[in-house]
């Protein structure tokens, strides 16, 4: 009786309209339901419910993260399409519309755990395979806060050093952009590196796993652009009226405005550049020792100009799975831009975020919204901030939030340390990040093992209170997560703050300091600076 309750009330409340490739799904909003899903990126701005106002195309828009055609409710309803859909929240009614393509709207159960196992085994799958293991059993190191743009072998050995110096566990050490000749040129720069394969060698010899940052675009001007333009293999400017015959071409490259300038950019839906692009970078991985690769761009909204591609009928959202797809030759590989990559084994991390009390609240809602489109490999940016603007000038740091962020990311999935802690804070400070990074190294077994589980069963790593603990109305908590099912964090993200309450689901609970607590209940505890609290479940 329940069952034919529900399907007559989806009966009433939806409705279906379609014209010349276009599909109109609109819902009403039922009570005390609420919505996850679509970008990441704003994930802190989830659960949208009955009062929300807001509204997102996907279509050539990621909001410079994950993206996925996908909503799932807490009342167990789902909305999926394989192309970019168009959602809007407005007086109680979800308005889902879709430029080509069916959107599949239905009822999977009662709450977001039906939902979301509904989406994985029908959307989604895993393939049973993982990322490689260091990115989740050790910390993370970025060069790019520290050098930005001056990328050079001697200080990038000198960062590895103090990371060891300074007793942080050695992992994946990840160089960033401007060590290449140019864009399009995977090459060292040889004004920069005297001995590459040499600085490879002594990093792997200090116990680190070396990626290097990359990107589809190609510094115009250049020999490899010359070359790529007369192959074929650059994304073309759909202009027919062309004032300038180029070069070996029969139409000029496209040429498009990302934040290093203006660049031309590679073609990947044609497998002949995918072929070129794979190449380059096993060059380098057997060149060099280079282990794997730090994807970066790939971004829709760079592909929605008036462009030409190999593969007819390619959407902007189709370029940046060309993109992604190149990583799952590479265990080792991160991106930040991906499009229904889900279930796939692709280090995710969330976009940049600045140096401020306001982005570290994002955190965790971006990286549960992250969990619950399915990408369950994910990274939260960089300690304390990856906007290198932020720290140009050191009397504008503040230590505390450096070390709360520490604290987040610790029992997340993966951490990523970029800005050196013991270059910015305190002595004090800087112990209390160590053993940050150290208490992940600590739960790093476990962390692999809830990732192979991923692999075989689609089940995040870490995951928002809703999904573990459906029917509670924990829907609204953004300030703790659970690892796993039997570990809650609950670390603290606002300055100045020294006690915070915990909902604790029903059962009994261990905290790290070893007091006991009953559960089904709010408590208050004492969290100093020193303290990252979480509970274990016996």
């Known amino acids: 009786m329940k069952k034919i309750l529900l399907i007559s009330l989806l009966l009433i409340t939806t409705y279906r309209t379609y014209s010349q490739n ?46 996925q055609p996908l909503l799932l409710s807490s009342k167990g309803r789902y909305v999926w399409s394989e192309s970019p859909i168009k959602y809007s929240f407005d007086s109680g009614k979800i308005t889902v519309t879709s430029r080509k393509g069916e959107i599949e709207f239905g009822s999977a159960g009662e709450n977001l755990r039906d939902a979301y196992n509904f989406a994985v085994a029908n959307f989604f799958p895993p393939n049973g395979k993982t990322p490689d293991e260091l990115l989740f059993t050790k910390p993370q190191y970025n060069t790019w806060i520290e050098l930005t743009y001056n990328q050079n072998e001697d200080d990038i050995l ?12 050695p992992g994946v050490l990840m160089i960033d952009d401007n060590w290449q000749e140019s864009y399009g040129t995977w ?40 070359h790529l333009a007369k192959e074929k293999m650059l994304l073309l400017d759909a202009d027919k009226t062309q004032e300038v015959l180029w070069a070996n071409t029969e139409k000029k490259a496209a040429i498009i405005r990302w934040w290093n300038g203006a660049s031309a950019c590679l073609d990947l839906s044609n497998p002949k550049t995918q072929v070129w692009f794979e190449g380059r970078l096993k060059y380098l991985m057997d060149e060099y020792g280079v282990d794997g690769f730090k994807f970066d761009a790939g971004d829709a909204d760079f592909y929605t100009g008036d462009i030409v591609s190999f593969a007819p009928e390619t959407n902007p959202n189709d370029h940046t799975t060309y993109f992604a797809k190149l990583g799952l030759q590479f265990p080792l590989n991160e991106y930040r831009a991906s499009w229904k990559m889900a279930g796939l084994p692709l280090a995710q991390r969330l976009r940049d975020k600045n140096h401020n009390w306001s982005d570290l ?37 503040d230590e505390e939030l450096v070390v709360r962020s520490a604290q987040v990311h610790a029992l997340m999935p993966m951490m990523q340390f970029s800005v050196a802690p013991w270059r910015v804070l305190s002595e004090e400070n800087n112990q209390l990040c160590l053993e940050a990074s150290l208490l992940h190294t600590k739960m790093g077994r476990l962390i692999q093992e809830l990732a192979e589980e991923a692999s075989r069963t689609g089940e995040p790593i870490v995951k928002p209170m809703a999904l573990a603990y459906p029917n509670n109305g924990y829907e609204t908590i953004k300030d703790q997560f659970m690892l796993g099912d039997h570990i809650l964090v609950t670390p603290v993200i606002k300055k100045g703050v020294r006690k915070r309450k915990v909902i604790l689901p029903k059962g009994k609970w261990i905290a790290e300091n070893g007091e006991t607590y009953r559960g089904d209940r709010t408590i208050e505890i004492e969290v100093p600076l020193s303290r990252l609290p979480y509970f274990t479940k016996k």
């Not at 679509?38 to 994950?66: F, R």
């Not at 000198?158 to 566990?169: H, L, R, S, V």
């Open 22 to 67: 276009k599909e109109k799904v609109e819902i009403v909003i039922l009570q005390d339901e609420y919505w996850w899903g679509g970008l990441s990126a704003i994930g802190h701005n989830t659960p949208y419910d009955s009062v929300t106002n807001e509204s997102h195309d996907l279509w050539g828009d990621n909001k410079g993260n994950q993206a």
């Open 158 to 169: 000198k960062y590895a050093q103090a990371i060891i110096d300074k007793g942080y566990p």
């Open 187 to 226: 090459e060292f720069s040889p004004r920069r590196f005297k001995d590459p394969k040499g600085m490879i060698k002594k990093l792997h010899d200090m116990g680190f796993k070396v990626m290097l940052w990359v990107c589809p675009f190609v510094s115009a001007d250049t020999e490899i652009f010359r």
């Open 361 to 397: 609240e994002k955190l965790i809602p971006d990286l549960m919204s992250q969990s619950l489109m399915g990408y369950a490999y994910t990274c939260p940016d960089m300690i304390g901030g990856g906007e290198h603007q932020s720290f140009e000038n050191s009397t504008t740091i």
